[in-house]
């Protein structure tokens, strides 16, 4: 019986690869990935390597083995048809018996547009009858901090959100939560809403970005009109635009603010500051 992580080279799954080989010996873990160049490093280990596509269904077959566990990664093909290359994994898994579906999803409480195809995928995987956990993670720290350019070029944060907050906590922080739930025993049939411990405004990041670089960045509120001609401008193409304008008034109603502590219980510590967050990047 393995544990199968699906997009184990994205940046989320190579995170989760990692810390099961800090649980679990190396041939307990399957890595699926669609280009096996780039998980030569996971092969040196001794991680199983499985080639298949979200876009080819019968590149899974016989992939699963009964009594896995299997974490499936969100696609981030949107224009795909993402609920589609879920089922592909779903009825793979549900054909081979599988022990646990882990899947990343996205907050209950989100409902942009964003999350229109999260919510599809639960659905399908609920109704394939298969002991499942809906990891519904929030939003990640490197959203903004992977992006930091921009913002130290014009010496601001521009966003729609208003005042609203977010409880964002890093990749890091997300991969120990699904790795305790692919290691650990009782989370059949569960589902998790993933946050950081503290939401921070953008106010309060544009503050802690001024803190710790020692230049006086601001935050600029902008209109939602005006931050998808922002978005459009800088090349996004325009389904992008939609989505990510649509979160930014999903911040602003609250919607990406996660209380419930699961995350800090799942992965047994705090969930990273946002203000380590930010260092890091800095430094890097």
Same mark, same amino acid.
Request: hydrophobic content about 45%; proline content about 3%; glycine content about 12%.
């Given at each position: 019986?393995?544990?199968?992580?699906?997009?184990? !080279?994205?940046?989320?799954?190579?995170?989760?690869?990692?810390?099961?080989?800090?649980?679990v010996?190396?041939?307990?873990? #399957?890595?699926?990935?669609?280009?096996?160049?780039?998980?030569?490093g996971?092969? =040196?280990?001794?991680?199983?390597?499985?080639?298949?596509?979200?876009?080819?269904?019968? !590149?899974?077959?016989?992939?699963? =083995?009964?009594?896995?566990?299997?974490?499936?990664?969100?696609?981030?093909?949107?224009?795909?048809?993402?609920?589609?290359?879920?089922?592909?994994?779903?009825?793979?898994?549900?054909?081979?018996?599988?022990?646990?579906?882990?899947?990343?999803?996205?907050?209950?409480?989100?409902? =942009?547009?964003?999350?229109?195809? $999260?919510?599809? !995928?639960?659905?399908?995987?609920?109704?394939?009858?298969?002991? *499942?956990?809906?990891?519904?993670?929030? /939003? *990640? $720290?490197?959203? *903004?901090?992977?992006?930091?350019?921009?913002?130290?070029? $014009?010496?601001?944060? %521009?966003a729609?959100?208003?005042?609203?907050?977010?409880?964002s906590?890093?990749?890091?922080?997300?991969?120990?939560?699904?790795?305790?739930?692919?290691?650990?025993?009782?989370? @059949?049939? !569960?589902?998790?809403?993933?946050?950081?411990?503290?939401? /921070?405004?953008?106010?309060?990041?544009?503050?802690?970005?001024?803190?710790?670089?020692?230049? @006086?960045?601001?935050?600029?509120?902008?209109? %939602?009109?005006?931050?998808?001609?922002?978005?459009?401008?800088?090349?996004?193409?325009?389904?992008?635009?939609?989505?990510?304008?649509?979160?930014?008034v999903s911040?602003?109603?609250? @919607?990406?603010?996660?209380? #419930?502590?699961?995350?800090?219980?799942?992965?047994?510590?705090?969930? #990273?500051?946002?203000?380590?967050? %930010?260092?890091?990047?800095?430094?890097?």
């Amino acid at each position: 019986m393995s544990i199968v992580v699906t997009g184990a !080279t994205g940046h989320l799954g190579r995170l989760v690869v990692e810390q099961l080989l800090e649980k679990v010996p190396a041939e307990r873990i #399957t890595a699926v990935v669609r280009d096996e160049a780039k998980a030569a490093g996971l092969a =040196a280990r001794g991680v199983r390597l499985a080639v298949a596509d979200y876009n080819r269904p019968e !590149t899974f077959d016989g992939l699963f =083995a009964a009594g896995d566990k299997v974490l499936l990664i969100s696609g981030n093909e949107f224009a795909k048809g993402r609920v589609g290359q879920h089922q592909v994994v779903i009825d793979a898994a549900r054909a081979a018996g599988v022990a646990l579906l882990a899947y990343t999803s996205a907050p209950g409480s989100l409902k =942009a547009a964003l999350a229109d195809d $999260h919510r599809a !995928t639960e659905k399908a995987l609920i109704a394939s009858g298969l002991p *499942y956990s809906l990891l519904r993670n929030g /939003w *990640y $720290h490197e959203n *903004y901090t992977e992006n930091l350019g921009p913002v130290l070029e $014009h010496d601001a944060v %521009v966003a729609a959100a208003g005042e609203g907050r977010v409880s964002s906590a890093s990749r890091a922080d997300y991969a120990a939560a699904a790795v305790a739930v692919l290691t650990g025993e009782g989370h @059949e049939n !569960t589902t998790y809403e993933l946050g950081g411990d503290e939401a /921070w405004s953008f106010a309060e990041y544009a503050a802690e970005l001024s803190r710790q670089t020692g230049r @006086e960045i601001a935050y600029n509120a902008v209109t %939602v009109e005006a931050l998808k001609g922002i978005l459009a401008g800088a090349g996004l193409p325009g389904p992008l635009v939609e989505i990510f304008a649509g979160v930014d008034v999903s911040i602003g109603r609250g @919607e990406l603010v996660v209380s #419930t502590g699961d995350l800090s219980r799942l992965a047994g510590r705090p969930a #990273t500051p946002l203000a380590e967050a %930010v260092a890091a990047a800095l430094k890097g």
